[in-house]
Protein backbone atom coordinates (compact mmCIF):
# COMPACT_ATOMS: atom_id res chain seq x y z
CA UNK A 1 0.00 0.00 0.00
CA UNK A 2 0.95 3.58 -0.60
CA UNK A 3 1.60 6.28 1.79
CA UNK A 4 3.87 7.54 4.78
CA UNK A 5 4.92 5.87 7.63
CA UNK A 6 7.06 7.26 10.49
CA UNK A 7 8.55 6.10 13.89
CA UNK A 8 9.06 5.31 16.25
CA UNK A 9 5.74 6.41 17.07
CA UNK A 10 7.18 7.78 21.19
CA UNK A 11 10.32 8.90 21.74
CA UNK A 12 11.89 9.74 24.70
CA UNK A 13 14.88 12.44 24.94
CA UNK A 14 16.85 13.09 27.69
CA UNK A 15 18.52 16.14 28.75
CA UNK A 16 21.45 17.40 25.95
CA UNK A 17 20.53 14.88 23.37
CA UNK A 18 19.75 14.82 20.25
CA UNK A 19 16.70 12.36 18.60
CA UNK A 20 16.31 11.72 15.38
CA UNK A 21 12.51 10.99 13.38
CA UNK A 22 12.36 8.88 10.51
CA UNK A 23 9.50 10.07 7.87
CA UNK A 24 8.94 7.79 4.81
CA UNK A 25 6.88 7.54 1.65
CA UNK A 26 6.43 5.41 -1.02
CA UNK A 27 3.76 8.29 -3.00
CA UNK A 28 7.01 9.41 -5.27
CA UNK A 29 6.18 12.85 -3.79
CA UNK A 30 8.33 15.25 -4.56
CA UNK A 31 7.56 18.26 -1.91
CA UNK A 32 7.61 16.35 1.62
CA UNK A 33 6.82 18.36 5.03
CA UNK A 34 7.75 18.66 9.01
CA UNK A 35 5.15 19.89 11.69
CA UNK A 36 5.01 20.21 14.91
CA UNK A 37 1.33 20.40 16.96
CA UNK A 38 1.07 21.08 20.67
CA UNK A 39 -1.83 20.08 22.86
CA UNK A 40 -4.63 21.94 21.86
CA UNK A 41 -3.09 23.66 19.08
CA UNK A 42 -2.82 23.35 15.00
CA UNK A 43 0.01 22.54 13.18
CA UNK A 44 3.25 24.79 12.77
CA UNK A 45 5.72 24.73 9.94
CA UNK A 46 9.02 23.30 10.81
CA UNK A 47 10.97 22.72 7.42
CA UNK A 48 9.77 21.61 4.18
CA UNK A 49 11.47 20.16 0.77
CA UNK A 50 10.60 20.75 -2.59
CA UNK A 51 13.03 18.11 -4.16
CA UNK A 52 15.92 15.79 -3.20
CA UNK A 53 18.80 17.90 -1.82
CA UNK A 54 16.93 20.85 -1.39
CA UNK A 55 15.00 22.02 1.86
CA UNK A 56 13.85 25.68 3.17
CA UNK A 57 12.84 26.62 7.03
CA UNK A 58 9.30 27.06 8.10
CA UNK A 59 8.23 29.47 10.54
CA UNK A 60 9.81 27.38 14.11
CA UNK A 61 13.20 25.66 12.67
CA UNK A 62 15.47 26.80 15.58
CA UNK A 63 16.71 23.76 17.04
CA UNK A 64 16.04 21.27 14.39
CA UNK A 65 17.79 19.94 11.28
CA UNK A 66 17.13 17.94 8.27
CA UNK A 67 18.28 16.22 5.41
CA UNK A 68 16.61 14.71 1.80
CA UNK A 69 19.25 12.50 0.38
CA UNK A 70 16.73 10.17 -1.27
CA UNK A 71 13.52 11.30 -2.27
CA UNK A 72 11.38 8.79 -0.23
CA UNK A 73 12.89 9.78 2.95
CA UNK A 74 12.95 13.46 5.33
CA UNK A 75 14.33 12.83 8.19
CA UNK A 76 13.95 15.34 11.46
CA UNK A 77 16.70 15.53 13.89
CA UNK A 78 15.53 17.80 17.44
CA UNK A 79 19.03 19.45 18.90
CA UNK A 80 19.78 19.49 22.00
CA UNK A 81 19.43 23.57 20.98
CA UNK A 82 15.62 22.95 21.05
CA UNK A 83 14.88 23.94 24.68
CA UNK A 84 11.09 22.83 24.96
CA UNK A 85 10.77 19.50 22.30
CA UNK A 86 8.19 18.10 23.90
CA UNK A 87 5.24 17.85 21.29
CA UNK A 88 3.69 15.42 18.79
CA UNK A 89 5.54 15.83 14.96
CA UNK A 90 3.48 15.23 12.01
CA UNK A 91 5.53 14.56 8.39
CA UNK A 92 3.28 15.03 5.25
CA UNK A 93 4.32 14.84 1.48
CA UNK A 94 2.15 16.19 -1.84
CA UNK A 95 2.80 16.04 -5.15
CA UNK A 96 4.88 19.12 -5.67
CA UNK A 97 5.01 22.33 -3.50
CA UNK A 98 1.90 23.74 -1.74
CA UNK A 99 -0.30 22.02 -5.08
CA UNK A 100 -2.99 19.36 -4.06
CA UNK A 101 -3.25 17.77 -1.17
CA UNK A 102 -0.96 16.85 1.86
CA UNK A 103 -0.76 13.13 2.50
CA UNK A 104 -0.10 12.91 7.16
CA UNK A 105 1.80 10.01 8.43
CA UNK A 106 0.59 8.82 11.45
CA UNK A 107 3.39 10.89 13.45
CA UNK A 108 5.97 10.83 16.81
CA UNK A 109 5.05 11.76 20.27
CA UNK A 110 8.63 13.02 21.62
CA UNK A 111 8.52 13.79 25.68
CA UNK A 112 11.69 14.59 27.41
CA UNK A 113 12.47 12.74 30.23
CA UNK B 1 1.81 35.19 7.32
CA UNK B 2 -1.55 34.27 6.86
CA UNK B 3 -3.70 34.55 9.99
CA UNK B 4 -6.58 31.71 9.81
CA UNK B 5 -9.22 32.04 12.41
CA UNK B 6 -11.88 28.83 12.70
CA UNK B 7 -15.13 28.90 14.81
CA UNK B 8 -16.80 27.32 16.85
CA UNK B 9 -13.73 25.95 18.71
CA UNK B 10 -15.89 23.61 20.31
CA UNK B 11 -19.10 21.91 18.81
CA UNK B 12 -21.07 19.64 20.64
CA UNK B 13 -24.02 17.38 18.69
CA UNK B 14 -26.53 14.96 18.68
CA UNK B 15 -25.98 11.88 16.89
CA UNK B 16 -28.15 12.80 13.22
CA UNK B 17 -27.81 16.43 13.60
CA UNK B 18 -26.40 18.52 11.04
CA UNK B 19 -23.58 21.17 11.19
CA UNK B 20 -21.33 24.17 9.55
CA UNK B 21 -17.46 24.43 10.40
CA UNK B 22 -16.20 27.83 9.02
CA UNK B 23 -12.88 29.10 8.43
CA UNK B 24 -11.93 32.85 7.88
CA UNK B 25 -8.28 33.81 5.95
CA UNK B 26 -6.54 36.84 5.73
CA UNK B 27 -4.71 36.71 2.54
CA UNK B 28 -5.41 35.56 -0.81
CA UNK B 29 -4.30 32.13 -1.34
CA UNK B 30 -3.96 29.27 -3.73
CA UNK B 31 -3.92 26.45 -1.48
CA UNK B 32 -6.93 25.38 1.08
CA UNK B 33 -7.47 22.09 2.67
CA UNK B 34 -9.73 20.68 5.32
CA UNK B 35 -8.85 17.87 7.41
CA UNK B 36 -10.08 15.36 9.85
CA UNK B 37 -7.86 14.68 13.20
CA UNK B 38 -9.17 11.59 14.30
CA UNK B 39 -8.25 11.01 18.27
CA UNK B 40 -5.27 9.12 17.87
CA UNK B 41 -3.51 12.09 16.16
CA UNK B 42 -3.81 10.34 12.61
CA UNK B 43 -4.56 14.16 10.03
CA UNK B 44 -6.81 12.78 6.70
CA UNK B 45 -7.36 14.94 4.26
CA UNK B 46 -11.03 15.66 3.72
CA UNK B 47 -10.98 18.21 0.66
CA UNK B 48 -8.65 19.64 -1.36
CA UNK B 49 -10.61 23.00 -1.96
CA UNK B 50 -9.28 26.54 -2.73
CA UNK B 51 -12.45 27.79 -4.68
CA UNK B 52 -15.49 26.37 -5.16
CA UNK B 53 -18.07 23.21 -3.69
CA UNK B 54 -17.31 19.93 -3.33
CA UNK B 55 -19.57 17.01 -1.81
CA UNK B 56 -18.28 14.07 -0.83
CA UNK B 57 -20.69 11.50 1.21
CA UNK B 58 -22.58 13.11 4.27
CA UNK B 59 -19.90 16.04 3.98
CA UNK B 60 -19.40 19.52 1.56
CA UNK B 61 -17.56 22.30 1.47
CA UNK B 62 -17.68 25.68 -0.03
CA UNK B 63 -14.79 28.10 -1.07
CA UNK B 64 -15.67 31.90 -1.06
CA UNK B 65 -12.24 32.91 -2.40
CA UNK B 66 -12.96 36.60 -3.25
CA UNK B 67 -14.51 36.88 0.86
CA UNK B 68 -11.96 34.87 2.25
CA UNK B 69 -13.99 32.46 4.14
CA UNK B 70 -14.42 28.58 3.53
CA UNK B 71 -17.35 26.15 5.16
CA UNK B 72 -17.53 22.57 6.08
CA UNK B 73 -20.95 20.90 5.94
CA UNK B 74 -21.45 17.76 8.17
CA UNK B 75 -24.70 16.57 7.80
CA UNK B 76 -26.44 13.47 9.61
CA UNK B 77 -23.60 13.73 11.94
CA UNK B 78 -22.00 10.12 13.58
CA UNK B 79 -19.93 9.31 16.54
CA UNK B 80 -17.35 8.54 14.08
CA UNK B 81 -16.90 12.55 12.88
CA UNK B 82 -15.62 13.12 17.07
CA UNK B 83 -12.27 14.85 16.53
CA UNK B 84 -10.55 17.89 15.27
CA UNK B 85 -11.49 19.78 12.02
CA UNK B 86 -8.27 21.73 10.87
CA UNK B 87 -8.68 24.32 7.77
CA UNK B 88 -4.74 25.18 6.16
CA UNK B 89 -4.53 27.58 3.46
CA UNK B 90 -0.74 28.53 1.20
CA UNK B 91 0.06 31.11 -0.91
CA UNK B 92 3.34 30.04 -2.85
CA UNK B 93 5.77 30.37 -0.04
CA UNK B 94 4.02 28.87 3.16
CA UNK B 95 1.23 26.47 4.55
CA UNK B 96 -0.59 27.91 7.48
CA UNK B 97 -2.92 25.95 10.03
CA UNK B 98 -6.09 27.38 11.91
CA UNK B 99 -6.25 25.77 15.63
CA UNK B 100 -9.17 24.00 14.48
CA UNK B 101 -13.06 22.97 15.54
CA UNK B 102 -13.25 19.96 17.73
CA UNK B 103 -16.40 18.00 17.19
CA UNK B 104 -17.86 16.00 20.25
CA UNK B 105 -21.04 14.10 18.24
CA UNK B 106 -23.12 11.84 21.33
CA UNK B 107 -25.03 8.88 20.81
Known amino acids: DGGITQSPKYLFRKEGQNVTLSCEQN?????MYWYRQDPGQGLRLIYYSQIVNDFQKGDIAEGYSVSREKKESFPLTVTSAQKNPTAFYLC????????????FGPGTRLLVL | GIQVEQSPPDLILQEGANSTLRCNFS?????LQWFHQNPWGQLINLFY???GTKQNGRLSATTVATERYSLLYISSSQTTDSGVYFC?????????FGSGTKLNVKP
Open chain 1, 92 to 103: ASSIWYLQETQY
Open chain 2, 49 to 51: IPS
Open chain 2, 88 to 96: AVGNFNKFY
Open chain 1, 27 to 31: LNHDA
Open chain 2, 27 to 31: DSVNN
